[in-house]
């Protein structure tokens, strides 16, 4: 799952039923209330609602010429079925100053972030902000778009704002979390993260977030820590692995063994179980099938550098120079671009302007084999080229009569 991705489903902002129940609306409804209840409908990006509004107010029109209300409506219905260049004709043709700016102004960012014109977007939710600073649905669109861009101080303070406006809400704490974890801040990416766990979120995502904290917690080699929290999530193969790689760490070889067997039973292995059998097999000198189990994670994973590290300890235990040498150099090659992306990450996130070093990044990203990352960063330079010839802010929302609505 991309980051993008993760972000847009802890936010609450991918929730749209694609398997839309066309059925009758059971009760007639006035214009008044027909907008009303699209309305909720857009703020749910829920399309049943969306299309029973509609479906009201082309009953109730008269003229032939769609009222405001319905053109944003159908707007909103393209934007969420995917047709973004849809979407933007119909909030075209509205009037930004009319009565509909606060859901209009939102709307377009959503369908100019779709579109790749990510500094646009931010523009539009800044003027919505303008007029309504505690607009919840303005800031979790902008802390996306702040996100993409890569404007990280930016995005959590914008979460900051969320929290504090929404004090019961799981998913600005959860996405603190994964930012901070990132970026290789896992002491404030725990704290985020439990915060998040008090806040009751969905049951599945509770297991996700407990693994993130889990995971953290290993990073900063608090393993006995790990191993408690660990405890407390419910079986699955990844929960096992990390259980059994903390049990390894913590010295405790045999529950890690018993662990790594219950594993063997349950289908392929997680990679951080096979990179623990690899260990576990290089010490009782079983080197054939490490290496041909190490080679299997390195051919499938380009930023592999464990791997590769382990492949070169191999190597050197059968006096193989040359395959030391090649290995030990790839390892070394891998952390040398992991330590590039981090560098250039905190410079991307202290330059949101700076389009050069989002290319790098992408280009880093690519050699590392994380191509979902690699295009966010690549989109998000090409959007800072596009607006270097930006109207001013003034003109950015100037309705153009020229178009219509479908």
């Not at 778009?145 to 959590?156: C, E």
């Not at 993130?212 to 929960?239: G, H, N, V, Y």
């Not at 392929?268 to 080679?295: F, G, K, S, V």
């Not at 299997?296 to 492949?311: G, I, K, Y």
Request: proline content about 5%; hydrophobic content about 40%; charged content about 25%.
């Amino acid at each position: 799952m991309t980051i993008r991705r993760i972000f847009l489903l802890a936010m609450g902002l991918l929730g749209v039923a694609v398997a839309i129940r066309w059925g009758s609306v059971s009760q007639r409804l006035t214009p008044a209330e027909a907008w009303e209840s699209g309305l909720r409908g857009i703020r749910a990006e829920d399309l049943v609602s969306i299309e029973q509004a509609i479906t009201q107010l082309e009953k109730a029109n008269q003229s032939g010429e769609p009222s405001d209300s319905l053109t944003l409506l159908r707007g909103a219905r393209s934007l969420y079925l995917g047709e973004t260049a849809t979407a933007l004709r119909c909030f075209a043709v509205l009037d930004p100053k009319g009565p509909h700016r606060d859901p209009l102004l939102v709307l377009t960012a959503q369908a100019l972030y779709r579109s790749g014109q990510f500094l646009e977007a931010q523009l539009c939710l800044e003027q919505a902000l303008a007029d309504q600073p505690e607009n919840l649905e303005a800031l979790r669109w902008l802390a996306i778009v702040a996100y993409d861009r890569g404007d990280i101080p930016n995005t959590l303070l914008t979460l900051e704002q969320i929290a504090k406006l929404a004090p019961g809400d799981y998913r600005p704490l959860h996405m603190r979390g994964i930012i901070h974890r990132d970026f290789g801040e896992q002491a404030l990416a725990i704290q985020d993260l439990t915060a998040a766990l008090k806040q009751s979120p969905p049951l599945t995502l509770a297991q996700e977030i407990r693994m993130q904290i889990a995971a953290s917690q290993m990073d900063i080699k608090q393993f006995e820590a790990a191993r408690q929290t660990l405890k407390t999530c419910s079986e699955s193969p990844e929960m096992l692995s990390l259980l059994a790689d903390c049990c390894w760490q913590l010295g405790d070889a045999s529950q890690s063994r018993e662990l790594l067997a219950k594993l063997n039973t349950a289908g392929e292995l997680p990679r951080t179980a096979r990179r623990l059998n690899a260990r576990m097999m290089i010490e009782e000198n079983q080197l054939e099938p490490a290496q041909r189990l190490l080679e299997s994670l390195t051919s499938t994973d380009p930023a592999d550098d464990e791997s590769e590290f382990l492949l070169a300890a191999i190597a050197r235990r059968r006096q193989d120079e040359v395959g030391y040498r090649k290995h030990q150099d790839r390892s070394e090659a891998i952390k040398s671009l992991k330590n590039q992306l981090t560098e250039l990450s905190q410079k991307a996130a202290q330059e949101p302007d700076n389009g050069e070093v989002r290319e790098q990044l992408g280009a880093i990203c690519e050699q590392l084999g994380m191509n979902a990352l690699a295009q966010v960063w690549r989109t998000a330079a090409a959007s800072l080229q596009r607006s270097s010839s930006l109207p001013r802010r003034s003109e950015l929302m100037v309705p153009s009569r020229k178009l219509s609505a479908p």
